[in-house]
């Protein structure tokens, strides 16, 4: 893999694995780690032999504490504007809109920026010390990344709007029962259990997966236009070989041989 200044990517199997890599900065989202996890993406989607990715952060404390504070300093609204809608469309909507599962293992802190960029994840895993949160109200700002839109999404209304509105940061088992959270798994089961996660979807058609995961995106926006999509992609999955494939092993009675 490439070389980046403020993440690392190494290979598992069929696992890509991004370590946000700034643990002395609690992996704070600044613009050369955007830069580098969009080449990552970019590197990795071409990469016929990686079939998902894990996303996590350095060190014992954070999975990622926020966008970098520091490049707030003097920031005019437009700078500001023009920073919210370059993460939202090249970072968080990239990784939302991977056509390979992609898992945040959260690993400690994910505040601000990094809850924002998990939740932009298709699954989300953390240890049981994780804690969880957008406080961004106590900076005087409302998250930028998405937040108010996919924590909604996930977890609903008032229970969204009670951690924007307060800023305090939840435990993973709460956002385990609220719905943000998939699984908790111990520290030294982290990575192992996100992986494992990977590796039964790594059984089920690529092009299947790709296409469900366009699906439930697009509902996301706009349900009807959803319900379209998931007519059209569950048409093309028949003109795909492995839709044929998959049917014919199902009827032949054998495993399907997938990508
Ligand atoms: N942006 C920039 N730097 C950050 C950061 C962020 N979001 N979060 C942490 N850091 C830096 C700290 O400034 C400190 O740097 P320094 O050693 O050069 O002073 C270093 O990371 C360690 O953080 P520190 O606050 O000393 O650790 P802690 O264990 O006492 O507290 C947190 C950890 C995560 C609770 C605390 O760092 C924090 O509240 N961070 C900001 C979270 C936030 O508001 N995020 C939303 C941003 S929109």
Redesign the pocket.
């Known amino acids: 893999m490439e070389n980046y200044s403020t993440i690392l990517v190494s290979q598992d199997g069929k696992t890509a694995i991004i370590t946000l890599n700034r643990p002395?900065?609690?992996n704070?989202l600044n613009a050369a780690t955007f830069k580098d996890i969009i080449a990552a993406l970019e590197h990795i989607q071409q990469d016929a032999a990686i079939g998902g990715v894990i996303i996590t952060g350095a060190g014992e404390?954070?999975f990622i504490?926020?966008?970098?504070?520091?490049e707030f300093e003097g920031m005019t609204k437009q700078g500001a504007i023009e920073k919210a809608s370059f993460g939202h469309e090249q970072v968080m909507n990239r990784i939302q809109a991977f056509p390979k599962p992609i898992i945040a293992a959260i690993n400690g802190?994910a505040?601000?920026?990094g809850l924002e960029l998990a939740l932009a994840c298709h699954i989300r895993v953390a240890v049981p010390t994780a804690k969880l949160g957008l406080?961004?109200v106590?900076?005087g700002?409302i998250p930028g990344y998405g937040g108010t839109q996919r924590l909604t999404q996930l977890v609903g209304r008032g229970r969204a709007l009670e951690i924007i509105l307060t800023g305090d940061m939840i435990p993973a088992e709460q956002g385990l029962n609220w719905g943000l959270l998939n699984h908790i798994y111990e520290k030294e089961a982290l990575i192992s259990g996100a992986k494992a996660i990977l590796e039964r979807i790594y059984l089920r058609s690529p092009h299947a997966v790709g296409s469900a995961i366009a699906a439930v995106n697009t509902g996301i926006i706009d349900p009807v236009a959803g319900n379209k999509k998931e007519i059209d992609l569950f048409g093309s999955c028949f003109e795909h070989a492995e839709g044929k494939e998959g049917i014919a092993a199902f009827l032949e009675k054998r495993k399907p041989n997938f990508p």
Not at 65 to 70: F, L, R, V
């Open positions: 002395d900065k609690m704070a404390k954070a504490a926020g966008a970098d504070i520091q802190f505040l601000g920026g406080p961004e106590s900076l700002l």
